[in-house]
């Protein structure tokens, strides 16, 4: 599932992107969701191998702004407001929000001066840093230095600017801080309209229509007023098929018509009534008097004269305005006045930080020097890094650490159209042959738990009598093997069977990334199945080429993984026959229908037993062997406060990345 995620009050977010983030969690195991890779759009679960921007030789479609959508003539707003019989729908502020939830918890045990003397080693200490340390700013903005930069890390680079072409986690993070929209989701997945940019929200009585009414104060950065003409242009640009946006089209796709009826009144029609269709208005913005005039002539948004110049000098909305990029290092952005300035009145809340660096550093030992030395401010850890290189004082001079849950859960994924794995009883043999002791003990430290499919069980669709965790069985996945035809029938100390009229031994590759969790990893897999037999061989390998194996299914096994959406429909993207990121064949005809129900249905509770449902279907018919769910470990440094965590981690959700703030006299 494609994701933007939230992080200043307000911001761009598309949650189908972020989170599903398949490899592109992946691509470190367990470290970053800030890769360079594509975070494909029709992730509905996470980020996975992109299929984002097209090849440079792909012939040019002919332009027919949004000839992708049936024609539809919307009614007279008359005709819409008498009919609709309108429910509202809450309009908030995240920051606000994220108030209330913290004023529901305990009051932390601890100053935030006496947690940073602390170091992060139990779990009682992780909980009273967590605590101290992610208290907001006072709501007035006392006490807060607005003059403070922070400098972020990510692993991969920012390809573009123009939020269309996003297709990266680093792109929809460049936009959530850059960026203007109308909807967003606290910590629980609740959804909001953001009150920096919509005044009401409206949804219609049988669920087919949502009306905003927007705010008359928001603009963009080239001083022109952002408009619901800019999403009505955005929407048909979108669904323009010679405009190959498939990142942030996935979703959008699902709606009917989105018509501007003036400059304010913003009104979205839906193809049905589902419970999903708060989350496809996720709209990418872009400004319609720049882009009518020259999307026309160049539908790739990348190749003319006046799109590379907006790459570099792009026309914003949100918080931030970009004020220099050294591609493949670093982008910088600088606090736009006029966000939240207008006619000489502060009319929203001023973002903390005057300047937001984001630094790549694509090795995350470099990262963590980087860390220490104090050239950037914050970065995810390495289950490595948490337990044997952060725990100095050359580490606690600068810095402090903290975890929380995060639903993030890693596998290997077996294609069934391959002749080794199209047999259950196989795959079932595969999940039997894992040491997980070794695993989750040597090779993650002990800081992860064991997985038990694809939903987390802390996720309200987990099952309430869900599978319990393998253990290593060698002897079963033997006896499996042999049911479905695996011997040794020559007496090499192979497994060979007969398949379309020839013997063949059993070896397979599995890949990899070239990660040191990932590589070691598969590498336990390879001596396990040794023990049965089998021969895998361990590819590790770059993860634009995983990329494209996995999305062309050229694979026999493959090592990923899935962040969450903030629904369990995203997964059908990944589990449902065909889908675009069901990258190893499945396809189960009961998991479909689930899915299909899933999707129509507005009670929680059924919805809960039908995902539950799912769940089990999948975990019987193993098209992944699961391995461990990763948490979110994060190192920070110490000027900074305000950061706290979801199951998309601290920055997947509203405010995200916009609650961190720097105190007048931090250390």
């Not at 800019?230 to 989105?258: H, N, Q």
């Not at 061989?537 to 993860?543: A, I």
Request: net charge negative.
């Amino acid at each position: 599932m494609i994701l933007r995620c939230p992080t200043t009050p307000g911001s761009y977010l598309r949650p189908t992107l972020c989170v599903p983030l398949l490899l592109t969690l992946l691509a470190v195991v367990g470290c970053t969701s800030s890769s360079s890779t594509d975070t494909p759009a029709a992730d509905k679960a996470g980020a996975a191998p992109g299929d984002a921007a097209a090849e440079d030789d792909a012939p040019a479609k002919p332009f027919k702004l949004a000839d992708l959508l049936e024609p539809f003539d919307p009614p007279p707003l008359e005709e819409v407001d008498a009919n609709a019989n309108w429910q509202d729908r809450p309009v908030r502020d995240g920051l606000q929000v994220m108030r209330e939830l913290l004023a529901e918890q305990p009051a932390p045990e601890i100053t935030a001066a006496e947690a940073l003397k602390l170091k992060n080693d139990s779990p009682e200490n992780n909980a009273k840093m967590r605590a101290a340390l992610g208290r907001l700013a006072p709501k007035d903005g006392s006490g807060v230095d607005h003059n403070a930069s922070v400098t972020r890390h990510v692993g991969g680079d920012l390809k573009s600017t123009n939020p269309l072409s996003a297709s990266s986690v680093t792109e929809f993070e460049y936009g959530s801080l850059t960026m203007s929209g109308i909807l967003a989701f606290d910590k629980n997945f609740d959804w909001f309209a953001t009150s920096e940019t919509v005044k009401s929200w409206q949804t219609s009585e049988d669920k087919m229509v949502d009306k905003f009414v927007l705010r008359d104060d928001v603009l963009w950065s080239d001083g022109t007023p952002v408009t619901a003409h800019d999403y009505e242009y955005s929407f048909k640009a979108i669904m323009t098929e010679a405009v190959v946006v498939p990142a942030v089209r996935s979703g959008v796709d699902e709606l009917k018509w989105v018509k501007a009826y003036d400059d304010h009144t913003l009104v979205i029609f839906h193809k049905e009534s589902l419970p999903t269709n708060t989350e496809n208005m996720q709209i990418s913005l872009i400004p319609k008097h720049i882009y009518e005039k020259t999307i026309p002539a160049d539908p790739t948004l990348a190749r003319s004269k006046e799109h590379s110049r907006l790459e570099d000098d792009p026309v914003v909305a949100g918080p931030y305005k970009l004020v220099k990029r050294t591609r493949g290092q670093e982008f910088v952005l600088e606090r736009r006045e006029d966000y939240y300035m207008h006619n000489g009145k502060q009319v929203r809340d001023k973002p903390y930080f005057k300047t937001v660096r984001v630094k790549r550093i694509e090795d995350f030992n470099t990262a963590l020097l980087a860390l220490k030395s104090g050239d950037i401010d914050q970065m995810e850890l390495r289950p490595e890094q948490w337990v044997t290189q952060t725990n100095g004082d050359d580490f606690y001079e600068n810095n402090t650490k903290v975890y929380d849950t995060e639903w993030v859960e890693f596998h290997f994924i077996w294609n069934v159209e391959s002749p080794f794995f199209k047999d259950q009883r196989v795959r079932w043999a595969m999940t039997y042959a894992v040491d997980y002791e070794e695993l989750l003990e040597t090779i993650c430290y002990g800081l992860y738990e064991q997985s038990r499919g694809n939903y987390h069980p802390d996720a309200w669709m987990f099952p309430k009598d869900g599978p319990e965790p393998v253990k290593q069985d060698l002897e079963k996945a033997q006896d499996l093997l042999a049911e479905a035809g695996w011997e040794d029938t020559d007496g090499d100390g192979i497994l060979d069977k007969e398949i379309n009229g020839r013997r063949r031994q059993f070896e397979f590759t599995l890949t990899t990334y070239t990660t040191e969790t990932g590589i070691k990893t598969a590498t336990l897999m390879k001596e396990c199945l040794d023990l049965l037999g089998i021969v895998c061989n361990v590819k590790p390998t770059e993860f634009t080429v995983m990329q494209e194996k996995s999305r062309n299914h050229e694979f026999d096994a493959m090592m990923a993984g899935w962040g969450t959406g903030t629904d369990p429909f995203t997964n059908q993207n990944i589990f449902g026959t065909d889908e675009g990121r069901n990258y190893g064949n499945y396809s189960s005809k009961r998991v479909d229908e689930l899915f299909e129900q899933g999707k129509r249905e507005f009670d929680r509770e059924k919805r809960a037993k039908i995902y539950a449902d799912i769940h089990m279907q999948l975990w019987e018919d193993q098209p992944y062997t699961w391995l461990f769910y990763r948490s979110s470990f994060y190192g920070f440094n110490k000027k900074l406060r305000g950061y706290n965590f979801s199951p998309r981690g601290p920055f997947g959700y509203s405010p995200g990345f916009g609650s961190l703030w720097v105190p007048d006299a931090a250390p």
